[in-house]
């Protein structure tokens, strides 16, 4: 979604290391941030190549908004960078959006 509306198809972006977060820059870590699947809210910082964009998660409002945990549950924030699977209480790295 760009503000509200959907797009009407889907495009790609690149999320740099260093954009991530707006601290700590040099010691971010992407496994422990972000995994396959899940869904992101995201800033467009600048266009990239013709078929991405380059994008940010760093503001608190930005980050991971729904993930699933290996059990297949949908997982739980419990800091803004664990989420927690309620099913089997496996705590999982990520760079959660403050909500």
């Known amino acids: 979604c760009v503000g509200e509306t959907a797009l009407s198809e889907p495009f790609a972006g690149v999320l740099r290391s260093t954009d991530v977060r707006q601290t700590q820059t ?15 809210r995201a800033q467009i910082l600048s266009l990239g ?16 908004i729904f993930a ?7 997982m739980v924030p419990i800091s ?8 089997t209480k ?8 403050k909500t």
């Open 68 to 74: 699933k945990s290996l059990a297949g549950a949908t």
């Open 90 to 97: 496996m705590k999982e790295y990520r760079k959660v959006a």
């Open 26 to 40: 040099d010691q971010v870590e992407m496994y422990k941030c972000f995994r396959s699947g899940d869904i992101v």
């Open 49 to 64: 190549d013709a078929r991405s964009y380059y994008l940010t998660t760093a503001k608190n409002e930005l980050g991971v």
């Open 80 to 87: 803004w960078e664990l989420m927690q699977c309620p099913k």
